[in-house]
């Protein structure tokens, strides 16, 4: 299933052109069974949210929300 934050992220970028946004793991950290992942989000190549979670998913989700609240307030 699309995670809610990362689909109304997309649905919102769509609105304003072509561009989608790109997550990038920007550190991997902690023991192989116990790792945080940090992730940062681009969006027409400017860094908009950084955000940590224990997958990439989880990650890559919390950067989605943050986008949303920054995005959404310009």
Do not use: D, W
């Not at 940590?52 to 989880?58: H, I, L, N, V």
């Amino acid at each position: 299933p699309v995670s809610s934050s990362s689909f109304c992220l997309f649905l919102f970028v769509q609105q304003s052109g072509p561009e989608l946004p790109e997550y990038r793991v920007a550190a991997e950290s902690g023991m192989p069974h116990e790792r945080v992942f940090t992730v940062e989000l681009y969006f027409r190549n400017e860094l908009i949210s950084t955000a940590e979670g224990r997958s990439k998913k989880q990650a890559e989700q919390a950067a989605a929300e943050q986008a949303l609240e920054i995005l959404g307030g310009r």
